[in-house]
């Protein structure tokens, strides 16, 4: 299902926040979201999956408002795996956190169906928890609770993902290991991303989010340009498609661009033009 959000605005104790934010995930697409810390992208996620409402502006999942839905029928659309806290799991086992996901589909008195017992052991098998699926989510490790949150979203059966730093807890292969799935899931996805390689790697389309504009988006190749990683990240990197198809960013021997002290050197706002890139006079 496509996701679509059309000039959000938002501003969280007299402070703007996201400043007239436009962006698109195509059905089945997956597009990444990125940008230095504070510049906005959780609370675009927290706007999108409908926990904080916009100023201004509008968030389209599908052809509706999700403002305007019935919350369940906006629960049922969106699954979103945030940054893990252990906290809050209540002494559920694994196998129950992953039912969770299937509390939208519910109504007030009905009861687990065959149809939820096979999205709940689908997405325990997909995300390869199945071994520890009986134990309490709380012992597992950082990585393991992960794929287990991820299985939850999964057993949900959304229209759209939302993920927030889905990556972080992961060794090497685990990380590629959850791309592919992602991917293979075929779910329109917006994914937050730190790591840039991922971001590459898992992503149909970046969106850079600086200060809270979109100051740029597109295919990787056009978006991660030398100008944009160091006006907007500050390090001095290029990024180039290698033989073997991996886009792969080269940061410099001495990445921090602007100050030996490592201070980013800032340029203006910016903003996407009409193609997609940035507009580089800042207007
Ligand atoms: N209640 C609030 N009042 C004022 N400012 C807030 C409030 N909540 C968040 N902010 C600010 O909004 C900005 C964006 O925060 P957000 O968490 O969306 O950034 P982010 O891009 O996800 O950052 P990170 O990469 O560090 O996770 C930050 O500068 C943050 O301090």
Redesign the pocket.
Known sequence: MKLTVDQVHVE??G?P?LQGVDLEVLPGSVVGLV?P???????LLRAVYRSLRPTRGVVRVGEDDVWRLAPRTAARRTAAVLQDAAGGSGGLSVREIVELGRTPHHGLISRESTSDRQAVSDAIDRCGISPFATREYASLSGGERQRVLLARALAQQPRLLVLDELTNHLDIRARFELLDLIRATGVSTLA?L?DLDLAARLCDLIVV?DHGRAVAAGPVLDVLTPEVMREVFGVEASTARHDDGVVRIAYAASPLAGSVAGAACRGPARRVTDSGTVDSAGR
Do not use: M, Q
């Open positions: 969280l104790e402070t926040v940008g810390n504070g510049s906005g992208k959780s609370t937050v730190h989010l």
